[in-house]
C-alpha cells in the first residue's frame, strides 16, 4: 500500500484529503505542521506529502525543501489558496512534483495523486528495449511495433501511410535497423522537394555530359542504397514518367541512368511513404495501379497523435530532455494543469507539432517547469464571423438587464455575474470549446478560467 502525508494547519483539509485517499487505497498520515511532519518522515518513508504552502512556523516551502534533504525519493505536491506565480516557481525549482491552488476538485486531486505516484514507480526503471528511436507505448504503436517485428527481416517492399508528422520515416528506419542488410546503406529522399527535373537523375544517377552541367558521373539513390534500403518519401508526388520508371526498378531490379544506354542491376529493399490516399489517387488517374500493388507489399498506417493521446506524456519527456540541453536550459517537466492542456489538444500538426510546442515552451520558461502560459498552440481552426453590420444596427453581444427597473432590482453583483458568464460561454463558442485558446481570447490565465467554469458550472 502506498503511503501519503497530509500537512496543512486546517483541520478540515487534513480530513478531507485523509478521508479521500484512504478511499483510494493508499495509507494515510496526517500532520498539522511542518515539524511534525518532519518528525514522521525522520521516522518513517512516505511515498508522498501533499503539504499547504501557508502554514505558521515552518511553511511548506521550508518543509519542501527539508524533505528533499531527507528522503529524496519521496514525491511532494504543494497546496495553497493564494496562488502566487513565485512560490509555484519556487516550489518546482526545490523539487516540487506539482503545485495546485484551491479550491480543487475530488477528481484534479485524484489525477495529481496518481500521476506522482506513477512517476515514483517508474522512475529508476530500465528502459523499455526494442525501439528506442521510437517514441510511444499505446496500444496503436504497439501493433506497429509487432508489425515491424514480423516484417524486418523478410525483403518485402513497405508503404507506410499517415498524416505529416506523425512519424513515417521513424518508422522506416526501424524497418531497416531489424532487416538483413541494417549494416548496409539507409538512402532517404524527398520526392516532393526536388524539382521534377532533377528527380530522375538524383534517383537514377546520371552520366557525364548528359545534360548541361553533368561534368561527371553521378550515382543515383538507387546506386547509392544497392544492397540496403531506399526510402520514398512522399511517393505520391512522383509524375507519370518518373512512376513507369520506379516500376521497372521493382518489376526487373535494374535502371537506367539518364544519358546512359546501359542498364545497371541493383538489388535494393523499397520502403515508401505517403501522406496522400494512394487509392484515390489511382481512381483520379494521378498514381499507377500497378506500382501502387508493388509498392504496398506490406501496408503500414502510423497513427495522428490524437489518436494515441495517451504517448503525449512519453513524447513530452523525450521532448524536454531533448531542447533542455540543446537550449542550455534547466527545464525538467511541465506542470500538471499544462499537461491537461495538451492531453485535450487535438493536434492537427501530430508529433511534429508537439515536438515545436515544447521546444518554444523551454525556450520562453525561466523556471525548470513549464507553465500552461509558455503552451503556444496553432489557432488553426478558422473563427467563423457574419457579415459585418453598420454601427447604427449593432446589436450588443450581451443584455445583463432589459430596463433600469431590473437592473437595479438584480444588482451589481448579480448583473456582473451574468455578463462573466455570458463572456465565457461565448469565448468557448468561438474557440470550437477549447479553453485555452477562450482563456486567450478572454485574456484570463489557463487556471482562471478553469475556476470560474466551475463557479458558473459550465461544462
Known sequence: MASILVVDDELSMR????ILLEKEGYGVRAAADGKSA???????????VISDIRMPGMTGLELLARSKQLRPETG???????????????AMKNGAFDYITKPFNVDEIKGVVRAAMKKRHTAGAVPEEGFPEIIGRSPEMMKIFDMITKIAPTPANVLIYGESGTGKELVARAIHNRSRVAANPFVPITCSAIPESLLESEL??????????????????FQQADRGTAFLD?????TPIIQTKLLRVLQERE?????????????VRIIAATNRVLEQEIISGRFREDLYYRLAVVPIRVPPLRERIGDVPLLVDHFLKKFSTLLG?????????????LMQYDFPGNVRELENIIERGVALESSNIILPENLILSLH????????RPADTAQPLFVAARDEHELFERGLEEVLQQVEKEMILHALARADNSKMRAADLLKLSFRSLRYKTKKHNID
Not at 511532494?76 to 519556487?90: K, N, Q
Not at 536550459?329 to 491537461?340: A, D, L, N, R
Open 204 to 221: 537514377f544517377g546520371h552520366v557525364k555530359g548528359s545534360f548541361t552541367g553533368a561534368i561527371a558521373d553521378k550515382a543515383g539513390l
Open 38 to 48: 518532519l518528525a514522521l518522515l525522520e521516522g518513517e518513508p512516505f511515498d508522498l
Open 329 to 341: 536550459k534547466e527545464v525538467q517537466t511541465i506542470s500538471s494543469y499544462g499537461m491537461e492542456v
Open 234 to 238: 512522399e511517393i505520391g508526388e512522383l
Open 15 to 18: 480530513e478531507f484529503l485523509t
Open 76 to 90: 511532494v505536491i504543494m497546496i495553497t489558496a493564494f496562488a502566487s506565480p513565485d512560490d509555484a516557481v519556487t
Open 255 to 267: 535502371f537506367m541512368p539518364v544519358g546512359s544506354t546501359r542498364t545497371r542491376q541493383v538489388n
Open 381 to 388: 481552426r478558422q473563427e467563423k464571423t457574419g457579415p459585418a
